[in-house]
């Protein structure tokens, strides 16, 4: 059975400006270059990389929190690059988005019901009564108890506050998520039961999730697919099982390396790459991980690979894959 496409990112990239008197050329931070993935309906498709790799402002270029430099994104085939009012607020209705920190993504001076009641008084949806039972549903649904609707974010743990946050962004229903870091701010035993609560709800309501994160571990654990990003640009993208047990990027081989084993008795080498990461106001010619690459040659820093399907599904920017 063909999947059915979502969404189409192509060639996005997204340039912040910088501004220095020291500087005589105007200059750019390229947190995004020329990044191209496909979402499928109702699947987990994961990003991971180190802080800064650009995965987080994918992400929020993908649902129109921030505009984009260049590039391309369809939405259920319409393209959706360059939305703006109207147009962007019905749009979403459909397309929301999980923060990273709930501490700062709740309204201090709001209960959490009138949090998650304002995302349907925004569009217009519903009586007050309807919003507010639809509200106390999805309270409950996740998780929280009735007597804590009229409470203040302040009067929560970690956890509830995350898991409010969840609520909040599904109020409406949405058919695509993007999901920022959504656990990495939480203990360990509080993420396992985030994790459960996104997959659920994923089941529940047929719901796409873009989700964003630096943990290995989380993401062999939710995702059903698995972008690798490195210096604003897509390395490695397969299905989470091919990835991580074929990996075919150098850079995706160091990031696995680095993941704790359970058996203590196992021991595996770790791949430990050389110099620091670029800066993406001046990234490196050619491949941009070629200057901490074991297996670099001087063509690497010439030439800028493409996405190259390595096998079914299996994609790769790496002039040397076929090698390992």
Do not use: W
């Not at 391309?72 to 959706?80: A, F, K, L, Q, S």
């Not at 988005?97 to 304002?118: H, K």
């Not at 946050?165 to 993420?191: F, H, T, W, Y």
């Not at 964003?212 to 210096?231: A, F």
């Amino acid at each position: 059975m063909e999947k059915e496409v979502i969404m189409e990112i192509s060639h996005l990239k997204k340039y912040f400006p910088v501004q220095s008197s020291i500087r005589m050329q105007p200059a750019s931070v390229k947190a995004i270059d020329d990044v191209s993935l496909t979402v499928y309906r109702n699947e987990t498709l994961s990003l991971v990389g180190e802080s800064g790799c650009g995965k987080s402002t994918t992400g929020r270029c993908a649902i129109g929190l921030l505009p984009s430099t260049e590039g391309c994104i369809t939405y259920n085939g319409r393209d959706i690059t360059h939305l703006k009012g109207k147009q962007q607020r019905a749009l979403s209705r459909e397309m929301q988005m999980i923060f990273q920190d709930p501490y700062s993504s709740l309204n201090p001076r709001m209960t959490v019901g009138a949090i998650l009641e304002e995302s349907m008084a925004i569009h217009h949806t519903g009586s007050r009564e309807q919003r507010m039972k639809r509200a106390m549903e999805m309270f409950l649904k996740v998780g929280m108890r009735e007597d804590q609707y009229y409470r203040y974010p302040h009067e929560f743990s970690g956890g509830q506050k995350q898991r409010i946050g969840i609520a909040r962004a599904l109020m409406l229903n949405p058919k695509l998520v993007v999901c920022d870091e959504p656990v990495s701010a939480l203990d360990v035993s509080i993420q396992s039961q985030i994790l459960n609560l996104l997959s659920r709800m994923k089941e529940e309501g047929n719901i796409t999730y873009l989700f964003i994160s630096h943990n290995m571990s989380v993401v062999r654990y939710i995702s059903d697919r698995v972008g690798v990003m490195y210096l604003g640009h897509l390395v490695e993208l397969a299905s989470t099982q091919e990835l991580y047990t074929h990996p075919l990027h150098p850079y995706t081989m160091a990031l696995l390396s680095a993941v704790p084993e359970v058996d203590p008795h196992f021991k595996k080498e770790k791949i430990k790459l050389k110099g620091d990461i670029p800066s993406p106001l001046n990234p490196p010619s050619g491949c941009v991980f070629h200057n901490r690459c074991p297996y670099a040659t001087t063509f690497c820093g010439d030439a800028v690979p493409t996405m190259q399907e390595a096998s079914a599904g299996h994609f790769v920017a790496c002039f040397r894959h076929e090698e390992y």
